[in-house]
């Protein structure tokens, strides 16, 4: 991939949402791109592990999981699942967790912070509905692109250097 969010701000600065700066990049790849979808989920992450096994077609995940710190929602084995099934990537409104082996993974992961603990299994939360965080909505079937300096979304795919158009 050959652009950069910079780039993109620069190029299209009335037509992309910018995410606040508080989410750390903790996969293997810290730049992604890629069509929206949405899991909202509270301290539980039944929704998650789901999608992860579905087919991703270099989609993104958004996953609102309410700013909890308190539990991880993903780790190393989801993102694993994430990445073998072509997901692109993932934003998590949340905490991951086994750090050093999430890094290995070649999948892009921003979450907020780390815990330990693992998440609940209840299946509260829905899937493909807008999420807010971030000072920013994510809607299913919108684009994101996330890089080293942030992450923008856009209502349509970006015409990006390499990409061939939009």
């Excluded at 606040?20 to 996969?27: A, D, E, K, L, V």
């Excluded at 692109?88 to 912070?113: F, P, Q, S, W, Y």
């Excluded at 509905?129 to 079937?141: A, I, R």
Aim: glycine share 14%; net charge neutral.
């Amino acid at each position: 991939m050959t652009w950069s969010t910079c780039d993109l701000c620069d190029r299209y600065p009335d037509r992309l949402r910018v995410l606040t700066p508080r989410f750390r990049h903790f996969g293997g790849r810290t730049r992604f791109a890629g069509e929206i979808v949405t899991i909202k989920c509270f301290e539980d992450n039944v929704h998650i592990r789901e999608a992860a096994v579905e087919p991703g077609a270099g989609r993104v995940m958004v996953i609102d999981g309410g700013a909890s710190l308190r539990s991880a929602l993903v780790g190393d084995g989801v993102a694993g699942w994430a990445r073998d099934h072509g997901w692109a990537g993932m934003i998590i409104n949340g905490c991951v967790r086994d750090t050093v082996a999430l890094a290995k993974v070649e999948i892009g992961v921003m979450a907020l912070g780390v815990n330990p603990m693992q998440p609940g299994k209840q299946r509260h939360g829905a899937r493909n509905v807008p999420v807010t965080f971030g000072e920013v909505q994510f809607v299913p079937g919108e684009f994101l692109y996330a890089d080293e300096d942030g992450v923008v979304v856009s209502k349509q795919r970006l015409d990006t250097p390499g990409s061939g158009g939009a």
